[in-house]
């Protein structure tokens, strides 16, 4: 049996954007246990004998292509079987993260548990474009795909053994493994487990639309078990009855829905994060009964079921999400006597679980993309909620992967791209070292170092004769620090400076866990320099602050809340001088306010590192606690708590860094904005595991200004983390209780009489 290839639909002139290909291929198997390969670019569904068996793959750049490993032997028939896939290839350039790249193919390769090769995609299987979508469909937006529009009446069983094939075509070869011109250089298995997937009904409705028509028994849908299900009549002129539901906070995948039309009709589908629903999907349904679902992913809180053209009564008998989000296998608590709190908390742990998908998202309904900025802010999140490092490991490897000829990382991803972020450069550097600190998975650091050393040569290619790193605002590039107008960003800029530094102490501490004790010294040489460059050009010492850049040998005038933080941040300000920096600016609001959730976790971790935990939770209570109070359940990309309270994020509204801007859609569901869920931990449980790698425990004294009761569990590959405390007449009392393979390091203020318990008999992991 010969190696498996690429195959595609063979007639190019067919070939367009927006493209479903329908592949079969039978086969006689006696084996039991059977094992299928399988990838595509971009999307399939695999089908054993008509039962789906499966979908994927991870999306990633082509060139690092992914393939699932499914065990099909539960789906198997004595004899004759059927393998049958559809795969979806978006193939359109103007995407602006350049995502969902490459050329359309299907491989599969099917082998017996034992290893043997039993079947492989080649010219031998039949393929056709599928008739069951059409395509000449508009965009979801050009931050996304296409809209779907699906005729169901155009099912004809082509997944079934027994089908007979009429006018398909054999398979066209694209690519063998091993050729030159081979755009998907590399196969590699599936780095995560497959997602978890549950069913989700709505949790309520908003409003229902006669339109002309009518709606009853809506609430029918609300049950699990839907006795008679909703009866829909459209058969009037004009008519477009509708119901919206709502699912009580955003969900990710799927809609599953069941109809009965005795005479056909249309179903549209509007999603929104907001009730400003956005139509996506079409159904043409055919006489009798439809269960149609999307091929494309989907999320939203808000959906919209609209119903034309049915000269007879539907009934919708079900309506379901399949739901689904990374398996992290166990998720911690944090329960104090202060309901805003622990409502943040929660929030901030959802935010993060709805864009744990195949990789770490921004947004799961805008562009579903791996950009740097949010990864690291939720990988400190999962470390302190879900104890996990898988999911932030394939997403750190696959930024390496995607890496640019001249050492500098795109800033999205997964896929290979011209998005050039200056500061996400610094931000993936450090976000591996987050991983390592918690972790301690030196292999790891050991396969990248590589890749950490060209980017590192890439920070130190750019600095001019003045040793700072300079033109950081060229073009091609986004030097992005925060969504602001308000920071100057030219040439010379103190916030890429102060990452520098940064990264070389990184480097400097990496390098010494991996016993490379000279280049160890020599960077940390390195930061020290570039520390005394810094301040001796950039500091203003009648400000006491930084200025925010200088343009060529001109200092810029321009002082913001983010360049100061940031320089406090990466160490670049003493303790002294960042204290009196916020008494003078911050305190006083003497400089535009930060409002970006990105870069409140930087603000955040300053006001902790500084023991300044009165201003930490006022910001959480104030900003965070704001967006609770107008409703949101998963946070915001950016806010403004002084616009009024009816304000939440539109195009239109305001609250949106793309105000009156009709292109990108408006993103409520905002993993960078999570922070609150680690930053929690750490001032109220007092527990920090960021150097969890190191077998190191922090424990800091709870804030003053806090709740007076916690309970409180975080997950460790090793047990559980569990502290309980409160506080009477401003006594703490309670206990941690910690893994005993882990060293406890408390801070000199630490309560004595919250007491440290190990416990003994936790499986050791290393």
Known sequence: MTEAVWIWYPDQTAVQPNMYVDFRKKIALGHVNVIVKVSACQEYQLFVNGQLAGRGPSPCSPEWQYYDEINISSFLQEGENVLSAVVYHFGDKDIVTNQMQ???????????????????????????????WETRNHRISRWGGFNEIYVVDREDGWQEKEYVEEDWLQAGIVARIGDAENPWTHLIPAEIAPLHREQVHPAAIIRTEANYGSVIGASELLARSPA???????????????VVFDYGREVVGRPVIIIEAPEGGVMRLAYGESLELQYVDTFVLRRGNNAVSTFGRRACRFLQLSFLAAPKPLTVKELVFEHQHYDFKQQGTFVTNEERLNRIWDVSCYTTLMNSQDHLEDCPWREKALWVADAVVMGKVIYHVYGDTALLRKS????????????????????????????????????????????????????????????????GAQKDETGLFAQADRPGWWCFIDWTVHIDKRDKVTCINALYVAVLEAMSEMSLALGKFEVSVDYRKHADQLKLDIRRQLWLADKEAFTDCIIGNTLSTNLSLQTN????????????????????????????EIKGAFFQHIVLEVFVRMGMTGRALELIRGYWGAMVDRGATTWWETFDASTPHGVTPSTYGGNVPTYLWEGPLVSQCHAWGASPAYILHQLISGIDVLRLGQGIIRLRKPADEGPDRLSAELPTRNGLIRAEWKREDGVYSGTVTVPSVYQVVRDEDMPKAIIVHFEKGAAVQR
């Open 565 to 592: 933080f940031l320089a406090a941040w990466c160490g670049i300000m003493t303790e002294a001088e960042t204290t009196r920096f916020i008494e003078r600016y911050y305190d006083t609001n003497a400089l535009v």
């Open 228 to 242: 008679a299900g909703m009866s829909v009549d459209c058969s009037a002129p004009y008519s477009l009855p509708g």
């Open 102 to 132: 490459g050329p359309g193919g299907f491989w599969l390769q099917l082998e017996s548990a034992e290893g043997e090769m039993l079947l492989g995609s080649d010219a031998s299987w039949s393929c056709r474009i599928s008739p069951r």
């Open 396 to 459: 750190l490897l696959q930024g390496a992967r995607i890496q640019n000829e001249d050492g500098s990382i795109p800033g999205t991803g997964p896929e290979r791209n011209a998005q050039m972020l200056t500061d996400f450069c610094g931000h993936w550097l450090l976000g591996v070292r987050d991983y390592w600190r918690y972790s301690g998975d030196c292999a790891t650091i050991e396969q990248l170092w590589p890749n950490l050393l060209k980017l590192t040569d890439w920070f």
